[in-house]
């Protein structure tokens, strides 16, 4: 996504390290001009002409510094003379190391004393490599000959610290000096003005200062381009345009000023050199080489500068335009995702019809919409485009954002025509369901309608026949399809209310297809011959109808045929012509009898070849496994350490390996050098195997955390599943598959375990181990449903506390929940006034949670549900109620004394049952738990828990259990308000309170804290159950060994009750045998078990009780 920032631009540092190297070479060259010692220092003393250099040079190419006559030489002082002598001598220096200097002291006019001062002085200050020093003695008589005297003994001192010449004329001096080489005043021939001298100095540093600020000013200014930090808003880059625009401006009219400078001195200069003599003008010519260069090097500076920031400014506008261009891709991604969540939050499907055609015309508007703004998308991929083809430095970042706007756009486009299509699929189908169900209520109506006085004869009979095939020839197309064929070809939009839809008008389509059959046969025996009439009978009074649909209650007697009533309800406007009763119409079929078959299995040997078939299969398929784990983690995981495929792997990729395959290595080290020997050690004894899984059952628990990490893993895979990495390896394995495929083996295997187990079991009964491989089985099943529980529970969101707290999850699913609140002293039903809420339940073993499951939809959705916590309510306060009036999957679960009533609706029975007996277990030992309390501290020898009448105003109760675990009833009238009916189909198990006083004697517990609550528990008739056909009512199926399925309809016979609780029962309709729990057995019965004892007449088996926590 683009979210993250735009990279910048690369620094230019190539142009960088040359505007350093030429500003290096101009700096050298600007050494050979310029001096430590400035002439703005010693200006004074050089107009003053203490000393000078004329451009002379002596033997040897000796640089001539020239001291004339001067009065005051004595009283400069010696630091000053110290510094113009360094100033003169640093100039030759500069352009010829190691040069040597002879001096000219000129004292015609002056004293000996004078001229021995002057020698020690410059024996004292000279720096240079000093070679001569010529001395014009006093030409005055005098004088002379105190010089004589006094240098010819003193002449050993200045000649140990300098070599000393005394000349008596200017003749003298041409002995040593070329004329040429000497200014007129010595009777040279050298043309020196000292003022033009001073001029051209002065320039020559000015000059030199004004280049080198100019370098150093475009070095830094370099040097800040280079450094500058970009910033992410476009303001900033903007201000940083301007600002750097401004000072490159500045810089360049600098630049300007100093070459025009530069020119006018080098033209002063080349002036200079043609006048005179290249021998004799050897300074100027230096002077101008100098200053060539300078002025060549400041070109090449300049040039390396403008370079430098021509590639920066443009990189900073690219950086600019890239900016925009991310900031309107943001807002377009953005935009394009807004519809995405606008498209998603459009239903399939709705309740109704009227809703799925407002979801088309709301998906008609959101397509409008999406139309204009991929217009907008289209124009921003364009731009792209053009800055790409303008050699952006981010040309791969531009093309990706383009690539991934025409993804989103077309993402789009194929999620809104989708949508289109399953709404147009959804409306289709409601059409055709409203057309089925308006033709079965025109059949309920038709057979409604005919008139019995008018069928009596045989001509009646045939015309009702008539009418009635008529009809059915008028019956939708869809309805003689069937509710198969309706899933496959809807099966793309098909949700849970549009299946529950279907199955609802295939039921009411079966009710009257029956309906239609039955009284197709009775009216062909009238056609064909006179029989006594179909009789109407009246409705009974005690049985309303439980539906307005037209639905059928079947009941049987086995000693004859079986008869059944059918309820015909005039739904719509045409029950007002009749009458307001509903009619029933009973007809009698003749019941069928079917014997089982016997189940055999072949000898011994048969066994124990199908055992082994079993453990090689068992086996063999590990060694595949384990080869497969290897080659993910040597072909994938190592791979990923390669650096020959370094470039290949993105770098946010890199750390995210442990990410990706989770604990996959100790899986693999687990079953490669653990389990595999262990499997090959039981191929000759099968039954063995059981003990296998049982030893290494916690080693197995490893998948708890692979499959924990398994979205994770999954997210990570969809964000790079089609990296180049991925598409290597998957070469070199030479796998047809990619690596999410391998990925989800681990899992397949986990679930293959318990199919094989369940096989080995099958052919292994009687042996002496079927005990170990039984056990195994039941661990293995344990896992996948210890696995399931913790990948939900790692989904919950919003739960405040530890979830640890709570203890080990039990059971998780998920239900229609209705809830009710007990308001003032009487209790409020509320539940039923609404529809249901979907909630997931979490059963642990201190608290019941209820959630909310939330999903997200769409392409790039994490397919992995997540549940926000709602409620809790804990195990210690809770109470159950098994049966509710009006639906057999239906169950109480009320909290504080029923001051909260959660009407809880399963998918299906078994649901329902193993729930309420996981909750029981709970609530059992409970109050095992609370019994060890009262007992240890001697309440009362035989702990009678006494209930009291019902709540007082306090919501104070009294409550009494005997101590031999026997269940008393009620006493108290008010308590049992409600009817009969009412009592017979309720089963209570109030919640064991742990907040209960001991020391009190149990005399003063609050609602919350109570055994029983007078105002939920009601009697139920419970039936003992004896053996004997009986009549099915409710689908069953057991999923273990016996794999017994029973179906709504089936006859079952009752052979024998067995030990813990369980009874051996034959399916006569399925021809098949196995066990089946007794609370089982009594919701699968219902009615039929209570009607078959009263045929018995045995009423002493029928006692009333109360179901409370024991």
Not at 81 to 101: C, E, N, W
Not at 218 to 239: K, R
Not at 737 to 752: C, E, F, G, N, V
Request: glycine share 4%.
């Amino acid at each position: 996504m683009g979210s993250a920032s735009p990279p910048e631009p690369q620094k230019d540092m190539e142009g960088y390290y040359n505007l350093l190297q030429a500003g290096s070479e101009l700096e050298s060259t600007l050494q050979q001009v310029t001096v430590s010692v400035s002439l703005q220092e010693v200006a004074g003393y050089i107009e003053k002409q203490v000393a000078y250099l004329s451009g002379g040079r002596g033997e040897d190419s000796s640089v001539i510094i020239t001291l004339p006559e001067c009065s005051a030489f004595s009283d400069i002082p010696e630091e000053a003379l110290a510094k113009v002598l360094s100033y003169l001598t640093l100039i030759p220096r500069a352009r010829q190391p190691g040069v040597k200097f002879i001096i000219i002291l000129d004292r015609r006019l002056d004293t000996w004393t004078s001229i021995k001062t002057a020698l020690a002085r410059i024996a004292a200050s000279f720096p240079g490599n000093l070679h001569l020093v010529l001395v014009l003695r006093p030409t005055s008589f005098f004088q002379r000959t105190v010089t004589d005297l006094g240098f010819r003994f003193s002449q050993e001192d200045f000649m140990l610290k300098m070599p000393v010449v005394m000349l008596s004329s200017v003749t003298d001096l041409l002995r040593y000096i070329d004329e040429n080489q000497l200014t007129s005043e010595f009777g040279g021939t050298l043309d020196y003005c000292h003022s033009d001298w001073i001029v051209l100095r002065t320039a020559i540093e000015s000059f030199a200062v004004m280049v080198k600020d100019i370098a150093q000013m475009l070095q830094a200014f370099g040097t800040e381009l280079a450094e500058t930090q970009l910033s992410e808003e476009c303001s900033a880059i903007e201000f940083l345009l301007l600002s750097h625009t401004e000072k490159y401006r500045r810089l360049k009219d600098a630049i300007r000023s100093v070459m025009r400078e530069g020119r006018q001195l080098l033209s002063n200069l080349e002036t200079s050199r043609k006048e005179g003599d290249v021998d004799t003008r050897w300074d100027i010519t230096q002077d101008w080489d100098t200053m060539q260069r300078l002025l060549a090097q400041l070109t090449d500076m300049e040039i390396a500068f403008d370079g430098f920031f021509d590639k920066h400014h443009l990189k900073l506008q690219q950086y600019l335009q890239l900016l925009r261009y991310e900031h309107s891709f943001q807002e377009m991604e953005c935009s394009l995702e807004k519809l995405r969540a606008q498209e998603r939050k459009i239903s399939i499907i709705g309740e109704s019809l009227n809703q799925t055609e407002q979801s088309v015309r709301e998906l008609d508007g959101l397509d409008k919409r999406a139309q204009e703004e991929m217009s907008r998308a289209q124009v921003l991929i364009l731009h792209g485009h053009q800055l790409a083809a303008g050699h952006h430095y981010a040309m791969a970042l531009i093309i990706q954002r383009c690539n991934e706007l025409r993804h989103q756009c077309d993402t789009l486009t194929s999620a809104l025509s989708t949508k289109r299509s399953s709404l147009t699929q959804a409306q289709t189908l409601l059409h055709r369901l409203e057309e089925a169900q308006r033709w079965c209520d025109d059949g309920a109506y038709l057979l409604a309608n005919q008139q019995v006085e008018k069928c009596q004869c045989k001509e009646g009979a045939q015309t009702a026949l008539r009418d009635i095939e008529k009809f059915q020839e008028a019956a939708p197309p869809l309805l003689t399809a069937g509710a198969d064929v309706l899933f496959l070809e809807y099966e793309s939009v098909l949700t849970p209310y549009l299946q529950s839809h279907i199955e609802k008008t295939f039921q009411k389509y079966s009710s009257v297809q029956a309906l239609i059959q039955s009284r197709q046969i009775c009216l062909k025996k009238m056609a064909d011959k006179h029989i006594r009439p179909i009789q109407l009978v009246a409705p009974r009074p005690e049985n309303p109808p439980r539906s307005k649909s037209p639905l059928f209650s079947p009941k049987h007697d086995f000693n004859s045929g079986l008869k059944f009533t059918f309820d015909l309800p005039l739904p719509g406007k045409r029950t007002s012509r009749k009458s307001p009763n509903s009619r029933k119409i009973e007809v009698i079929h003749d019941y069928q009898r079917s014997s089982s078959l016997p189940y055999s299995i072949d000898g011994e040997d048969s066994s124990d070849l199908l055992k082994r078939h079993v453990m090689k299969e068992l086996i063999e398929t590990e060694r595949i496994y384990v080869e497969e784990l290897l080659a993910v983690l040597l072909g994938y995981r190592a791979e990923m350490d390669n650096p020959s495929l370094a470039p290949l792997l993105p770098t946010s990729l890199r750390n995210k390996r442990d990410v990706l395959f989770g604990n996959l290595p100790d899986i693999y080290n687990f079953h490669s050098s653990v389990f595999l020997q262990d499997l090959e050690s039981c191929l000759e004894s099968p039954e063995a195997v059981g003990a296998c899984f049982l030893e290494r059952k916690d080693h197995f628990h490893l998948y708890e955390c692979y499959c924990q990490n398994k979205p994770r893993s999954e997210s990570l895979w969809r964000q790079f599943s089609d990296c180049p990495f991925f598409q290597e390896c998957q070469k070199k394995l030479e796998h047809k598959l990619a690596l999410d495929s391998y990925l989800l083996k681990p899992i397949q295997r986990l679930t293959k375990y318990q199919l094989l187990l369940k096989e080995l079991l099958k052919y292994s009964s009687g042996c002496e181990r079927v005990s170990e491989l039984q056990g195994a089985l039941e661990a293995m099943l344990d896992l996948l449903k210890s696995v399931n529980d913790s990948m939900h529970q790692i989904a919950i969101t919003g739960y405040e506390g530890d979830l640890s707290d709570l203890g080990r999850v039990l059971m998780q699913g998920s239900f229609s929940v209705w809830i009710g609140h007990k308001k003032g002293p009487t209790r409020v039903k509320e539940m039923a006034r609404f529809k249901p809420m979907q909630r997931h339940l979490f059963l642990h073993e201190h608290a019941l949670l209820f959630c909310k499951r939330r999903e997200e939809h769409g392409e790039n959705a994490d397919k992995t549900p997540s549940y926000s916590f709602k409620h809790c309510l804990k195990m210690s306060a809770v109470g159950i109620t098994e049966n509710v009036k009006g639906d057999v999957k239906k169950f109480e679960i009320w909290y504080s004394g029923r001051e909260e009533v959660y009407v809880i609706q399963a998918p299906t029975v078994e649901v329902k049952i193993a729930w309420l007996n996981e909750i029981r277990k709970i609530l059992t030992n409970q109050q095992k738990q609370l019994k060890e309390l009262c007992l240890s501290t001697a309440v009362s020898e035989q702990m009678q828990m006494q209930i009291s009448p019902p709540l007082s105003v306090s919501k104070q109760q009294r409550a009494s259990v005997s101590s031999d675990g026997t269940e008393s009833g009620h006493s108290s009238p008010d308590a049992f308000s409600c009817s009969s009916q009412q009592q017979r189909n309720r089963r209570s198990w109030p919640g064991a309170p742990y907040s209960v006083d001991i020391c009190e004697g149990l005399e003063d517990w609050s609602g919350a804290n109570s055994l029983s609550n007078p105002s939920d528990t009601e009697e139920e008739d419970a039936v003992h159950l004896v053996p004997g056909r009986y009549k099915v009512f409710v689908d069953w199926r057991n999923n273990g060994l016996d794999n017994l399925m029973i179906k709504c309809g089936d006859v079952i016979q009752l052979q024998h009750e067995e030990d813990h609780g369980q009874w051996l029962v034959k399916n006569l309709s399925r021809r098949q045998e196995g066990r089946v729990p007794t609370p089982n057995l009594q919701c699968i019965l219902g009615e039929s078990m209570k009607n078959h004892s009263s045929r018995l007449g045995d009423q002493g088996i029928r006692k009333a009780r109360k179901l409370s926590s024991p």
